[in-house]
C-alpha cells in the first residue's frame, strides 16, 4: 500500500464510499421497494452529498452519468463484477481497465477478491495487473476483501475477516472493505492484522438507522476507518438524513445518539 491520505477520496484519513454496483452484483430485486433509485442519476444525484467522498460504479454507469457530476462527485470506478445469474464458484470478470478507468476520470479503483474461492489464484493475478497499474496513476485501490467459496463455511468469523483485511494488506491494497466480523472486538483483530492498509466497513443489507449506525460507531471505534456502503443509504426513502448521521458520526467524531438527531 501507499499513503493515499492526500486522494480525494479521503477526508481526515477516513473515507465515506457510497457503492451502486448492485444492478450488476444483485440485479433490479435490490430496487424493488425503492423503484425510482433504479434510475441512476437518483444515485449520482444523492452521492453529491458532503459526506460522501467516493461513489464506487461499474464503467457503464460512470460513462453515462459521470460527465455531468464530474465537479461534485469522486468517482471510484469498479474494476471487476459479476452478476448474481452466475451459479459457479465465486468469481468476478474483469469489466474495465486501469487505463480506461483513469481517462473517464477515475479518482479511485476498486476490485474484488474472493479468497478461498477456487478462483483465487486468478484473481489474486489479476489484482496484480490492477494494483501495479493503478500506482501508475497515483489511483488509490480499494480492495473488496471477500473471503468465500466452498471451503468456508462462515465468510464473517473473526479470524476469517482478519484474515481478509491482511490479505489486502499484504498485496498492497490501500483500503481493505470487509463485512463486519460481528463484535467491535473482532473488528479491532481485523484493523490489527490490517496494518498500515486502512479498512473500511462493508455496509450490508438494509437495517434500521439505531442498528446500522451502532454497528458503524463500534467499526469505527475499532478503527477502522469509514464506510463502503450501498442499500443502506440509497434504499432509505430520506437517503440524506442517513447521510447526515453518517457524517456526524465518520467524519465528526459524535455519538450514535448525537448523529441521530
Ligand atoms: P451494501 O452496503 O449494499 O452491502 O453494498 C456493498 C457491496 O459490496 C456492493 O458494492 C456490492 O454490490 C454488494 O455489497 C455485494 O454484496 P454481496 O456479494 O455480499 O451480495
Known amino acids: ?43 449520482f444525484d444523492i452521492a453529491t452529498h458532503d459526506a460522501v467522498s467516493a461513489f464506487a460504479v461499474q464503467k457503464g454507469l460512470a460513462e453515462a452519468y459521470y460527465p455531468s457530476y464530474e465537479d461534485d462527485v469522486n468517482l471510484l470506478v469498479k474494476m471487476n463484477g459479476t452478476s448474481n445469474l452466475w451459479m459457479g464458484e465465486p468469481d468476478s470478470p ?4 486501469v487505463d480506461y478507468a483513469a481517462e473517464i476520470g477515475a479518482d479511485a479503483v476498486g476490485f474484488t477478491v474472493y479468497s478461498g474461492s477456487n478462483h483465487e489464484v486468478e484473481m489474486f493475478e489479476e489484482f ?27 465468510d464473517t468469523s473473526p479470524n476469517t475477516i482478519a484474515y481478509a483485511t491482511r490479505i489486502a494488506h499484504e498485496i498492497g491494497a490501500d483500503i481493505a472493505k470487509v463485512k463486519y466480523p460481528g463484535s467491535q472486538d473482532a473488528m479491532e483483530l481485523a484493523v490489527k492484522a490490517a496494518g498500515a492498509t486502512k479498512v473500511v466497513m462493508s455496509g450490508g443489507s438494509k437495517t434500521s438507522d439505531e442498528e446500522f449506525l451502532s454497528t458503524v460507531n463500534s467499526a469505527m471505534n475499532a478503527g477502522a476507518k ?22 456526524e458520526l465518520i467524519f465528526n467524531g459524535k455519538s450514535v445518539e448525537a448523529a441521530l438527531e
Open 226 to 247: 469509514g464506510l463502503a456502503v450501498g442499500r443502506n443509504v440509497w434504499q432509505r426513502e430520506e437517503p440524506a438524513h442517513i447521510l447526515d448521521a453518517l457524517e
Open 128 to 154: 496484480r495487473d490492477v494494483q501495479e497499474k493503478a500506482r501508475e496513476y497515483d489511483l488509490p485501490v480499494v480492495m473488496w476483501s471477500y473471503p468465500r467459496g466452498q471451503g468456508l463455511k462462515n
Open 94 to 97: 474483469v469489466n474495465c481497465s
Open 1 to 43: 500500500m501507499i499513503p493515499v491520505d492526500d486522494s480525494p477520496i479521503i477526508r481526515d484519513g477516513k473515507s465515506l464510499i457510497l457503492a451502486y454496483d448492485h444492478g450488476l452484483e444483485h440485479g433490479p430485486v435490490d430496487f424493488t421497494d425503492v423503484p425510482e433509485r433504479m434510475d441512476p442519476e437518483t444515485v
